[in-house]
């Protein structure tokens, strides 16, 4: 069999990077990605880019803790490397804060973030609405630098980038072996999933440089994540909203709130307001299907659905689809070679 090609459909953080493993893991074939919008148009441009992990209910823990990890360990080797400027990611410190003690005082991912313990009363004078806090060391991706830098590296590996809205898997199947599904959202269409949903996202970002520590209520609702140049003030969770406008109370809802975890936001300035949609659902769907049509068929693997926590967890998921990947292009020489025979 020639080098077997591989289409990505999505240019978001869960398509390029799937992409890039793809690459990694088999350099002998040809990889093209396939996206109707590329950064600065992607859902994954609008995301605060934090990596703390929302739970998927319908995946086993173990996974996303493994998923989590991977995530972790990759970003953790690029911001301590010259690449990190570029790339967009950094270590950054905060707390985050409840107003009722959680029933789970340990996250499963406590252990993958460095330093976790909990707050000191001292600290915890800072939020006197608060009674519990957590306080820890974690990864940000300045989101539109880290999807350019992942452009970049897949151009410098020979992948080839195209600009076009796919209709249907299945009108990939003359031109490529394997097709992967990165398409977020516009799954929904693409395969009909049900299953899938928006949970749209309105987020401030404003220019408040003097804002060094992350600060995130407990609820997951309000959060101050400070990035290399600009500081995501979140946020809302507004389930099957497919409104993309920005809308001006709740704009001045957010300010206020973050405003009232940190006092001095009320200096920012230059705010700018942005809106996505999470997609969204029970688990991320991350498995191999055959397509099939008058006896042709066609490999896909499915990689999308990542919700509230796509660039928490993208590398681990990357690295399963890549893996699955391979799994199709075996399966595939396997029966070309007993064609042979
Ligand atoms: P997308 O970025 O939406 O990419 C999908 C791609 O597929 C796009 O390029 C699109 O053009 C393309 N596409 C779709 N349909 C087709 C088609 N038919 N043909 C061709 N191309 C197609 N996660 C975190 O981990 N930490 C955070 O701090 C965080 N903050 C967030 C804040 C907000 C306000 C929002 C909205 C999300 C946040 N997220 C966060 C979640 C994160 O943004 C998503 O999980 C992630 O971006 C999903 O990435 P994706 O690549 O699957 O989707």
């Known amino acids: 069999m020639a080098a077997p090609k591989v289409a990505v459909v999505g240019a978001g953080v869960v398509g390029l990077s799937t992409a890039l493993c793809i690459v990694e893991t088999c350099p002998s074939c040809s990889v093209t990605v396939l996206s109707d919008q590329f950064s600065p148009n992607t859902t994954s441009d609008v995301a605060a880019g934090m990596l703390i992990p929302h739970t998927y209910p319908g995946t086993p823990i173990h996974v996303q803790q493994q998923w989590f990890k991977e995530t972790f360990t990759y970003l953790f080797a690029i911001s301590n490397s010259a690449e990190a400027s570029e790339a967009g990611i950094h270590l950054v410190s905060g707390w985050q804060v409840f107003k009722n003690t959680p029933k789970e005082e340990l996250p499963f991912w406590s252990d993958v973030v460095l330093g976790f313990r909990p707050m000191s009363k001292a600290e915890l004078q800072k939020f006197p609405q608060h009674q519990f806090g957590q306080a820890f060391t974690t990864l940000k991706c300045d989101c539109p630098p880290y999807l350019l830098w992942l452009e970049k590296r897949l151009k410098a590996t020979g992948v080839q980038i195209c600009t076009r809205k796919v209709a249907d898997l299945w009108e990939l199947h003359s031109e490529y072996n394997v097709v992967v599904n990165c398409a977020g959202i516009g799954a929904q269409q693409l395969v009909g999933d049900e299953e899938l949903f928006p949970v749209r996202g309105q987020v401030l970002k404003v220019h408040a440089p003097w804002v060094k520590n992350f600060i995130r209520d407990g609820d997951g609702l309000t959060y101050i994540y400070p990035g290399i140049h600009r500081v995501t003030l979140g946020g ?18 957010i300010f206020d709130r973050c405003c009232s975890l940190e006092p001095s936001l009320r200096g920012a300035q230059d705010i700018k307001v942005k809106v996505g949609l999470r997609p969204s659902r029970q688990s991320v769907r991350l498995e191999r299907e055959v397509l099939s049509q008058g006896g042709v068929k066609l490999p896909v693997v499915h990689n999308y659905g990542h919700g509230a926590g796509g660039f928490s967890v993208h590398r681990g998921t990357a690295k399963e689809a890549a893996r699955l990947v391979g799994e199709c292009i075996a399966a595939l020489q396997g029966s070309s070679s007993r064609a042979k025979l």
């Open 236 to 253: 809302t969770r507004e389930k099957e909203n497919w409104s993309l406008s920005p809308d001006p109370g709740t704009t001045k809802d």
